[in-house]
């Protein structure tokens, strides 16, 4: 029986093409770019015009896109730079960033080098912009502010101008998580005001283990890995040759497929959460689901039963893929703390669902035929 993968938030299938892309570079192009005889040097050529065509596709200068092993390590890149490199002494971030941020933050915290401010979230999931303003005005440091584009549980969009407008205005330093973003939408950094952004390929039909950080040409950082002066002296160590010319590839199929692909799936999204209301009884839904949304991602809400609490163990035997995060979940399993920040019911379990180009209509009716028999 063949799998229904309903959770390409957390990953997506590479796309052949991105692999046909990638072939000579894992094949006869190998040679390293940092050596000067023409093996290196066409593969130099290779990291430089990926650069290009990254740097185009997001509106932004070459020499301020960085490619790294992915999202994670570019955030961490980028709030450790802030913090050591440009003198910031407060962050404000919120409770429902992902780790990669949360988990760095709250280490510096730790280590006593900055305070650490939560803004508060409105009940929709969004962040309280008028809260963020006052944390901001009352702040007596160099503040970085690191707030994610869109949420990867819940699919909220952030008003990433508003907020740095918000930071010029307060000469703070804004870093943004945009990996749920970068492939799946426009993005114009010339005419967003911000400071760091990422990515990572593998979230847009792209290999894993590639990244990006861009660093408005404005900021001076110092390297956050060191040794052989690659990236401009930004990141050490022998270049992913392959993992950057896929990131480029996957990125210009993204952004060439964009508006068709972006319709599709959010058809997708509309006619599941129609479905699923109309099959579920007592099914609810987190986020701001059709407002400031992305169109990838349904997070839905089901009433706490005996049966529903195996949901997801139930679906995987099911051939079905999807993931989980509920406020509280019993044994090792935390549960998800950004369920936990926006609607702390115990008596609900949750299930996101996150579609690609590569899911059906018909998919979704087999899924939610499924849930009827387990909820």
């Known amino acids: 029986m063949n799998k229904i993968y309903f959770d ?29 005889y023409s093996y290196g040097r066409e593969t130099k050529i290779a990291i430089e ?11 932004a200068h070459p020499a301020e896109i960085f490619f790294t092993s992915g999202g994670t390590e570019s955030s961490n890149t980028a709030i450790i730079a802030a913090v050591r490199d440009l003198g910031c002494k407060h962050i404000i971030t919120s409770p429902i960033e992902h780790h990669a941020v949360l988990h760095t933050v709250e280490h510096l915290a730790k280590t006593g080098l ?31 502010v690191s707030l994610m584009h869109a949420n990867n549980e819940i699919g909220n969009v952030l008003d990433i101008f508003a907020v740095g407008e918000l930071c010029k205005l307060y000469n703070a330093i804004f870093h943004s998580d945009t990996v749920q973003t970068v492939g799946h939408f426009p993005i114009d950094l010339r005419k967003t005001p911000v400071h760091f952004i990422t990515g990572a390929a593998h979230k847009f039909h792209g290999p894993k283990g590639v990244g990006l950080l861009y ?6 950082i110092k390297p956050f890995i060191h040794g052989g002066g690659q990236e401009r002296d930004m990141r050490a160590g022998t ?4 993992g950057i010319v896929g990131f480029a590839k996957a990125l210009e199929n993204a952004t060439a497929r964009y508006e068709d692909d972006s319709a599709q799936i959010a058809a997708l999204k509309l006619y599941m959460h129609q479905q699923l209301k109309k099959n579920i009884p007592g099914i609810g839904f987190n986020g701001d689901v059709f407002g400031n949304s992305l169109y990838t991602v349904l997070s839905a809400s089901f009433p706490k ?7 997801l163990f139930n679906l995987d035997i099911g051939n ?16 998800s703390h950004v369920i936990r920040a926006i ?24 899924v939610v035929e499924k849930l009827k028999e387990l909820v």
């Open 215 to 220: 660093i408005n040409e404005n900021v001076r």
């Open 239 to 242: 270049e992913n040759l392959y």
């Open 49 to 59: 015009t990926a650069r290009k065509s990254v740097a185009k596709i997001l509106n």
């Open 320 to 335: 079905i893929c999807a993931s989980g995060g509920s406020a509280c979940t019993s044994g090792a399993e935390q549960g």
């Open 8 to 36: 390409n938030a957390a990953t997506t299938s590479l796309d052949p093409e991105v692999l046909d892309a990638m072939m000579p570079y894992l094949t006869e192009k190998f040679g390293n770019p940092s050596s000067i």
């Open 114 to 144: 900055v305070k650490l401010s939560f803004v508060q979230l409105l009940p929709n999931g969004h962040v309280d912009l008028d809260d963020l303003e006052t944390l901001l005005a009352g702040s007596e440091d160099k503040t970085l």
């Open 343 to 366: 609607n702390n019911n115990p008596n609900q379990v949750t299930v996101r669902f996150s579609f690609s180009k590569y899911n059906t209509k018909e998919e979704v009716d087999t």
């Open 305 to 311: 039963t005996e049966k529903s609490e195996m949901i």
